[in-house]
């Protein structure tokens, strides 16, 4: 379990106390901690892990100063990005700027809740990102897992072109995230963090934190509407999620309407969009050619 994103549990939250105890209170809150959660005593595997990684961050003098002074915070902050021109390796193609919408809206929530215009220092502060309102860490959570995708689609090079934040419609909230150009076919992706593991159901992810949201649902239907604009066909539609929020790398949900469908961690996309998503529909000769022109005449993606 990771403790560095913006809907991660702190260190302190799991260990059950405040950020303001004393050490030696953290150190009896840590071994009560670990009775509760021993599995030889009845207690989760999985949580008894995350409450020993907890006391590695926190447990020492240095570690814990570490740590207050906002340990993963330098990652939320946005990364300059140049599309292609980064590194010695050619990279993939790409439109659009993945997770600045979701960026945007983040800050414009924040500073509702804290009545001001936030500085990039501020909004990116570990403290208060920590308190934010569910809904802005949501935001915050999932432009960087868009980010995320982004970086890993340019990574696999120059066979693969990308088209981030794709309108669909009036609202920029109902954007599809990543338009994928491979070798392999032409995928929708959506890119999620909801802050904990999921669950399948009928074709649709479900969990604690999902709610009443139909992922699979909203990502098809949005799949549709570019399909239509831009007279193409997907192969495959694909739901990146956290790694620790999946029981396996890749989860297949079978074809819905016609599509097949994946669920997958974040670490294994590259390899799914290099071999393509089972069943998924090849293009054939010189189609890839077609469907990029079209796609880059038609797709209209949200200004940075």
């Given at each position: 379990?990771?403790?560095?994103?913006?809907?991660?549990?702190?260190?302190?939250?799991?260990?059950?106390?405040?950020?303001?105890?004393?050490?030696?209170?953290?150190?009896?809150?840590?071994?009560?901690?670990?009775?509760?959660?021993?599995?030889?005593?009845?207690?989760?595997?999985?949580?008894?892990?995350?409450?020993?990684?907890?006391?590695?961050?926190?447990g020492?003098?240095?570690?814990?100063?570490?740590?207050?002074?906002?340990?993963?915070?330098?990652?939320?902050?946005?990364?300059?990005?140049?599309p292609?021109?980064?590194?010695?390796?050619?990279?993939?193609?790409?439109?659009?700027?993945?997770?600045?919408?979701?960026?945007r809206?983040?800050?414009?929530?924040?500073?509702?809740?804290?009545?001001?215009?936030?500085?990039?220092?501020?909004?990116?502060?570990?403290?208060?990102?920590?308190?934010?309102?569910?809904?802005?860490?949501?935001?915050?959570?999932?432009?960087?897992?868009?980010?995320?995708?982004?970086?890993?689609?340019?990574?696999?090079?120059?066979?693969?072109?990308?088209?981030?934040?794709?309108?669909?419609?009036?609202?920029?909230?109902?954007?599809?995230?990543?338009?994928?150009?491979?070798?392999?076919?032409?995928?929708?992706?959506?890119?999620?963090?909801?802050?904990?593991?999921v669950r399948?159901?009928?074709?649709?992810?479900?969990?604690?934190?999902?709610?009443?949201?139909?992922?699979?649902?909203?990502?098809?239907?949005?799949?549709?509407?570019?399909?239509?604009?831009?007279?193409?066909?997907?192969?495959?539609?694909?739901?990146?999620?956290?790694?620790?929020?999946?029981?396996?790398?890749?989860?297949?949900?079978?074809?819905?309407?016609?599509?097949?469908?994946?669920?997958?961690?974040?670490s294994?996309?590259?390899?799914?969009?290099?071999?393509?998503?089972?069943?998924?529909?090849?293009?054939?000769?010189?189609?890839?050619?077609?469907?990029?022109?079209?796609?880059?005449?038609?797709?209209?993606?949200?200004?940075?």
């Amino acid at each position: 379990m990771t403790f560095d994103g913006p809907l991660s549990a702190s260190a302190y939250e799991l260990l059950g106390v405040e950020s303001t105890v004393s050490d030696d209170e953290l150190r009896r809150a840590y071994r009560l901690r670990l009775r509760q959660t021993h599995p030889d005593t009845g207690g989760d595997a999985a949580v008894f892990v995350r409450v020993q990684r907890a006391w590695e961050l926190v447990g020492t003098a240095a570690a814990r100063a570490a740590y207050d002074r906002g340990r993963g915070a330098a990652s939320w902050a946005a990364r300059p990005t140049t599309p292609g021109a980064t590194g010695t390796r050619p990279r993939g193609r790409s439109y659009g700027r993945a997770g600045a919408w979701r960026r945007r809206r983040y800050r414009e929530l924040l500073s509702d809740q804290l009545g001001h215009e936030v500085t990039d220092a501020e909004a990116y502060d570990p403290l208060v990102v920590r308190a934010a309102p569910w809904e802005a860490r949501r935001m915050l959570a999932d432009a960087l897992a868009e980010e995320a995708t982004a970086e890993a689609i340019e990574e696999l090079g120059i066979g693969f072109t990308a088209w981030h934040d794709v309108v669909t419609g009036e609202d920029a909230a109902g954007k599809l995230d990543h338009v994928v150009l491979s070798p392999s076919g032409l995928y929708g992706l959506m890119s999620e963090d909801f802050g904990g593991p999921v669950r399948f159901r009928q074709g649709e992810v479900i969990g604690a934190h999902v709610g009443g949201a139909a992922p699979i649902r909203e990502l098809l239907a949005r799949m549709r509407t570019v399909a239509r604009r831009a007279r193409v066909r997907f192969g495959g539609a694909i739901l990146i999620l956290p790694d620790d929020d999946l029981d396996d790398a890749v989860a297949p949900l079978g074809s819905i309407r016609g599509v097949p469908v994946v669920v997958v961690r974040r670490s294994a996309l590259r390899t799914v969009l290099r071999s393509g998503v089972p069943r998924a529909r090849v293009l054939g000769g010189n189609e890839a050619f077609d469907v990029r022109s079209r796609l880059t005449h038609s797709a209209r993606v949200l200004s940075p």
